[in-house]
Nanobody
Framework: QVQLVESGGGLVQAGGSLRLSCAAS????????MAWYRQAPGKQRELVAV???????DYADSVKGRFTISRDNAKNTVYLQMNSLKPEDTAVYYC??????????????WGQGTQVTVSS
């Protein structure tokens, strides 16, 4: 069974920084891409950033230049460095592992979510 465990959320003032981590555990043979999504109250879940196994990245326009996604393939861990945080970044942030290969096949997994609150 594959599990994604997130950490690093919390309360921060506007302009501050936070670093989220997400570690995938289990009998994992490989992961195609890892991503961070977020969902604010009353809004749909949206993609924040994604990184492939080769290191290619993409970001939502709203976070470009402020957030950086990275991953450690050996540890099956993805990070999200969030700088210059704004109140509108407040949301529950979810880790997503896309194309996780195990002996049972391939599927996607989600973490449980971690709350990020940015005060003005």
């Amino acid at each position: 069974q594959v599990q994604l465990v997130e950490s690093g959320g919390g309360l921060v003032q506007a302009g501050g920084s936070l670093r989220l981590s997400c570690a995938a555990s289990g009998s994992i043979l490989g992961i195609n891409a890892m991503a961070w999504y977020r969902q604010a109250p009353g809004k749909q879940r949206e993609l924040v950033a994604v990184i492939t196994s080769g290191g290619s990245t993409d970001y939502a326009d709203s976070v470009k230049g402020r957030f950086t996604i990275s991953r450690d393939n050996a540890k099956n861990t993805v990070y999200l460095q969030m700088n210059s945080l704004k109140p509108e970044d407040t949301a529950v942030y979810y880790c997503n592992a896309q194309g996780v290969f195990t002996l049972r096949g391939k599927r996607d997994y989600w973490g449980q979510g971690t709350q990020v609150t940015v005060s003005s």
